[in-house]
């Protein structure tokens, strides 16, 4: 068996690492194209599901989940420090502040809707009623009105120019 030449193995190696580079550099290559590829499609998704986020994005429902996750975490902690055996005061704080505060938010939000419609609705009906007036009287009955409700403004003279 003849032995191969040096030269000829140091030429394979050499050819064998620069098919190896090439490949690499091809892998390489494909790996970056298909990072931006998925880079791409993971910001058009985190894009669409804000859009739909925005759409469907309710308030009320917020405060709920947000009264609720409270809630059941100040009775969740208290159930597990009930069980853990302690029995002392300082233990049972944070679960029932998490609870108060939790059950705060849900009659809040509700008790604040309620507020906010019947000024509305009380604010309409008294636009309406002075709608009708001439404008010496609209003065005269709002000045009245703002003398009963802030005692103060009863001192308060209309100028007349």
């Known amino acids: 068996m003849k032995m191969p030449k040096m030269s000829d193995i140091s030429e394979r190696w050499v050819d064998a690492?620069?098919?190896w580079s090439q490949?690499?550099?091809?892998?390489?290559e494909m790996i970056a194209e298909r990072a931006d590829a998925s880079r791409e499609m993971l910001t058009d998704r985190a894009e669409m599901i804000r859009q739909q986020f925005v759409e469907h994005y309710?308030?009320?429902t917020m405060t709920q989940v947000a009264g609720w996750t409270l809630a059941s975490a100040g009775l969740a902690?208290?159930?597990?420090?009930f069980?853990?055996?302690?029995r002392h005061f300082g233990a049972y704080i944070l679960p029932a502040v998490l609870g108060l505060l939790g059950l705060a938010v849900l009659s809040g939000r509700s008790a604040w809707e309620r507020r906010s419609i019947?000024?509305?609705e009380a604010e309409a009906?008294?636009?309406d009623e002075i709608a009708g007036l001439d404008p010496v009287a609209r003065i005269q009955v709002l000045r009245d009105v703002a003398g009963e409700t802030v005692p103060f403004i009863k001192h308060i003279e209309l100028r007349r120019n």
């Open 83 to 86: 069980v853990r055996g302690r």
């Open 17 to 19: 690492a620069e098919g």
């Open 77 to 81: 902690l208290g159930a597990t420090m």
């Open 23 to 28: 490949r690499a550099e091809q892998g390489r």
């Open 125 to 127: 009906r008294v636009r």
């Open 118 to 120: 019947s000024i509305g």
């Open 58 to 60: 309710d308030q009320d």
